[in-house]
């Protein structure tokens, strides 16, 4: 008791610290920029860390709508060679896959326009960076976003009569987090499409909003994909995280309701920062002891522990992946013998051709000024940019050989690019902001939309009574209405000759209630072990 009471208090302190900090920066800008800042006076510029390439994506609306999306993965420091004191952000690795999730933000504000019976006579505009999986970079984002294109003016916008909706993002706890204690300060919505954890309280964030929160789903479907098979004693590998932690002491619980025994939890000294490899090997021989064939991951992705000195120990074992390792297809395709015949839980949706259509059109001879594309097709292609400057930085950096291509290559696909409007968690963060608005502007007759009625903290006032509504409507509806139950389905993935692949082999189908039915075709899969039959576990 007073170790929860002690842990509840030095989060309230750390909480009210950030705000009392935040205030105090707002105060000042207050005082150093009044209301017709717009002017750009020198003393009211936010000097921020310079970035190396932004990625900012804009387009005029009625209502603007923010988006903080992680495509990069890493940050790391480069040095302007005009300001050698000065060191800027340097976003590295970005992944296709999660670039999928901002061409999932452009499509839904692209169907949304063109549908008259969502917000008629209203366009949606958006303004959007990559947050290169960073707290500072996320940050930046959020106050450039705020201040509008152009120089980033603390506590102000510069936008003429448009509307400020509120933000989408970001996929992770890294970057969610302290977008929350800045957007929650200042009072504006903010939509998680990825972020699932406990620590993102609705009392601490009161304008936090999480469309997705599924962790009890998805390890019930999980335990029970366990229990069709008769697998009785399992092992789960967690990251070394209070993420991982939780997310670990959950799935125990909840295959301890169907009877499956866990022989071990394996998540120390797996840290995806400083890994500390003694340890790590010090886990595993107890792994090699418990003679478990299945292991369940949990908690952050990361593939430390696929490490080529813990191979050996994986080549028997079936391992189990929830839909954020999942949606990791270089994961599965770095490490084939150890993942071969593995079976993951993804977040299943109906082929959308609208999407595809529309996917389609990102190539860089169409979008020139996409750079997160061209960097797709640097680091993924090995084509390059036609800047002969970033052409030798990212040879250098990526340790890679640059080549001019023909322009007929194409991203590999990652895997399903289908997306059914209710599913996907991107689109869903949209819908759920959208109809909010929806609401807000139907029952005002669009009157505000001009900012003839209200000013911006009437505007965001009533837009969260709103969208509070649009909140307990969908927790009451989840119960009797397939429309917001998410939909899963199992995959195999499996390596014939070096090529991977991935085949549905079950589904979790919505029955009309919240349960849902397991349909399963248990010849479609292929096991690890020769006689292609279910691994029995001891």
Same mark, same amino acid.
């Given at each position: 008791?007073?170790?929860?009471? #002690? ?35 020198? #003393? ?15 387009? !005029? ?6 988006? /903080? ?38 499509? #839904? ?24 999986? !960073? ?30 909706? &509120? ?26 499409? &990825? ?66 025994? /866990? ?8 840290? /995806?920062?400083?890994?500390? $490899? ?36 994986? $080549? ?96 590999? !696909?990652? &895997? ?9 968690? /991107? ?8 109809? &909010? ?51 899963? #389905? ?49």
């Amino acid at each position: 008791m007073y170790r929860f009471l #002690a842990l509840h208090l030095f989060r309230f302190m750390e909480i009210f610290n950030l705000i009392r900090n935040m205030w105090l920066i707002l105060i000042l800008c207050l005082i150093l920029c009044p209301n017709s800042v717009c002017s750009s006076l020198p #003393a009211c510029d936010l000097q921020i860390v310079p970035a190396y390439e932004d990625y900012e994506y804009v387009q !005029d609306g009625d209502i603007i709508i923010g988006g /903080v999306f992680t495509v990069n993965c890493l940050m790391a420091g480069y040095k302007i060679r005009e300001k050698p004191n000065l060191t800027a952000m340097f976003c590295l690795k970005p992944l296709h896959h999660y670039y999928k999730n901002l061409q999932m933000f452009l499509f #839904a504000i692209d169907q949304m326009n063109k549908n008259p019976t969502i917000l008629p006579n209203v366009t949606l505009g958006y303004h959007v960076y990559d947050s290169c999986s !960073d707290p500072r970079k996320a940050i930046k984002s959020v106050l450039q976003i705020l201040s509008g294109p152009g120089k980033t003016i603390p506590n102000y916008s510069c936008r003429d009569h448009q509307k400020f909706a &509120g933000f989408i993002g970001d996929q992770s706890l890294t970057t969610s987090m302290p977008m929350a204690q800045i957007l929650s300060v200042l009072n504006h919505v903010q939509v998680t499409y &990825g972020a699932m954890d406990d620590r993102l309280e609705k009392a601490l964030f009161p304008s936090l909003y999480i469309s997705v929160n599924e962790y009890f789903m998805i390890y019930h479907y999980i335990s029970e994909v366990i229990r069709h098979f008769g697998w009785t004693w399992v092992g789960i590998i967690s990251s070394a995280d209070e993420s991982g932690e939780r997310a670990s002491l959950l799935l125990l619980r909840i295959l301890s309701n169907f009877k499956i025994c /866990v022989a071990f939890i394996a998540n120390h000294g797996i840290s /995806v920062s400083k890994p500390e $490899r003694h340890v790590v090997e010090s886990v595993y021989s107890g792994i090699k002891k418990s003679s478990v064939k299945v292991i369940i991951l949990c908690g952050s992705y990361h593939d430390l522990i696929f490490e080529s000195s813990l191979r050996k120990l994986f $080549r028997d074992i079936t391992f189990i992946l929830p839909p954020n390792w999942a949606s990791s297809i270089s994961l599965i395709g770095k490490y084939p013998e150890i993942l071969n015949c593995s079976l993951s839980l993804i977040f299943w949706s109906e082929a959308d051709k609208n999407f595809k259509n529309f996917v389609d059109g990102f190539h860089p001879m169409i979008r020139p000024k996409d750079k997160l594309l061209e960097n797709l097709w640097m680091t993924t292609l090995f084509c390059s940019s036609g800047n002969k400057e970033k052409d030798s930085l990212y040879e250098n950096v990526y340790r890679i050989s640059l080549h001019n291509c023909t322009g007929q290559e194409h991203l590999p !696909d990652v &895997g399903d690019y289908s997306s059914n409007r209710t599913t996907d968690p /991107v689109y869903r963060a949209m819908e759920f902001l959208v109809k &909010g608005l929806h609401v807000l502007y139907s029952s005002q007759n669009y009157s505000s939309l001009n900012g003839q009625t209200d000013d911006e903290e009437k505007y965001r006032h009533k837009f969260h009574r709103h969208l509070k509504k649009v909140s307990h409507a969908i927790v009451r509806t989840t119960k009797g209405n397939e429309e917001f139950i998410p939909q899963f #389905a199992v995959r195999n993935h499996v390596f014939v000759n070096g090529s991977l692949f991935t085949r549905d082999v079950w589904m979790f189908l919505s029955n009309g209630s919240s349960h849902q039915k397991l349909a399963i075709n248990s010849t479609l899969i292929q096991w690890k072990n020769k006689k292609n039959q279910i691994v029995k576990t001891a």
